[in-house]
């Protein structure tokens, strides 16, 4: 492809930024309520899955020291 143009570089403005966020952060709401709601559908989903599941408290236990 070295016939493509270069990409034009623009600055993204910070409510452009949020609102891509928003949406992520909704996507990914609804992707953790339907593996709460379809357990056998998460199981499929492997480990990643099951870690994005865990609760809060076991996450900060199992990582408490990867910031140290």
Known sequence: MADSP????????QQAVLAVLDRWDDARTMMLNFW???PHLA??????V????????????????DLA
């Open 6 to 13: 270069s990409p034009i570089k623009q600055v993204l403005s």
């Open 36 to 38: 709460h709601s379809n």
């Open 43 to 48: 199981s499929q989903g492997g480990e990643r």
């Open 50 to 65: 099951r870690q994005l599941l865990m609760p809060l408290n076991e996450v900060q236990r199992l990582h408490a020291g």
